[in-house]
């Protein structure tokens, strides 16, 4: 009995000699996190929003935790490049991923074939900001709000274009989600990117475009576009006289991309939450919350969890615009 005793003692001190340093070393790698240098990866050029909220939140980061958080631009192919290499970093928190609801929640409906499962692959860390659309028109345009849009394409069903910056992009589905909420039918005029399209709406060769406010707000200041509606389900602080579609007849009609941080799978948890504290902190920050309102953007507050819901709807949301786009890439 006394052999046996000492055995079961033996193991269990072994047991716990193994266990009791992991977990020591998971603690200390949130509490110590981080050490060096962070790499945030980003889907898009420099300039376009999911780089300038990225750009102000990794600069506050990096003034409170005490490293450099820096951002590393790999565009191209809808976002995939970089949601591919951050899935194939090492899940210690020194890469992260800051992307949006494009790569997020519309290329797994869009795309045959993708590189990545956004459940399995990626761990979400923290919302970054909402990005409303502005629905703009030509300043000569006759078109003066969303019923005189919905009246002059039901007069001519078909002739009146939008344009946007490509096939499948979330403003293309976004306006593919409009029409059919409004009944009415409009010709796609698809870019390779936004401002192409923004150049020809101001020049007068298509009729209608939904594009950020982030991206066409300095556009309405100098009275070069013409905005009729916002598409978020509330009014923004920087047009506040500017109507939703919602309110404009279209009840209850909203989308909005938006901009959010996440993390390969395997990150621990406790690095997760305490990225999440830190961000939340700074979204929620007198300066930022202004920075970020003069673009037309509302921070996005959530826990991992929170964010991970949201996710999953918004998934199933944008899988039914695009399947009546009709849009779907190889």
Do not use: C
Not at 94 to 100: D, E, M, P, R, V
Not at 319 to 328: E, P, Q, T
């Amino acid at each position: 009995m006394k052999l046996l005793h000492t055995f079961s003692v033996t193991i269990l001190a072994l047991f716990l000699g193994a266990v009791l340093p992991a977990a020591h070393a998971q603690s200390n790698s949130a509490q110590d996190y981080p050490n060096k240098p962070v790499r945030i990866l980003l889907g898009f050029p420099p300039g376009q929003a999911t780089d300038v909220l990225a750009r102000a939140v990794a600069v506050e980061l990096t003034k409170n935790l005490g490293h450099q958080f820096f951002v590393d631009n790999r565009p191209g192919a809808a976002g995939i490049i970089a949601t591919e290499m951050a899935i194939k970093a090492e899940p210690d928190g020194y890469t992260l991923l800051a992307t949006s609801s494009g790569p997020l929640a519309v290329n797994p409906a869009l795309y045959t074939k993708l590189p990545y499962n956004v459940s399995r692959d990626l761990a979400m860390v923290s919302g970054l900001g909402i990005v409303p659309y502005a629905v703009v028109v030509n300043t000569k345009s006759p078109i003066k709000d969303i019923g005189g849009l919905i009246e002059a394409a039901k007069a001519n069903p078909g002739k009146l274009n939008y344009g946007s910056g490509g096939s499948g992009v979330t403003n293309h589905l976004a306006t593919e989600s409009f029409k059919i909420a409004a009944g009415i039918n409009m010709q796609h005029v698809p870019y390779k990117g936004g401002p192409a399209a923004i150049s020809d709406l101001i020049g007068g060769q298509i009729d209608v475009m939904f594009e950020t406010l982030a991206g066409t707000i300095s556009l309405i200041k100098d009275n070069r576009l013409r905005p009729i509606a916002v598409s978020s389900i509330a009014r923004t602080g920087v047009l506040p006289d500017v109507p939703t579609i919602s309110e404009s007849g279209v009840s209850g009609f909203s989308a909005v991309p938006w901009v959010a941080m996440a993390a390969p799978a395997k990150v621990p948890r406790a690095i997760i939450e305490k990225l999440n504290s830190e961000i939340n902190k700074i979204l929620n920050s007198a300066e930022i919350r202004t920075r970020f309102q003069s673009l037309g953007t509302e921070p996005m507050v959530m826990s991992p969890d929170q964010l991970t819901e949201y996710l999953k709807a918004e998934t199933t949301k944008w899988a039914v615009a695009v399947k009546a786009s009709g849009a779907k890439v190889d």
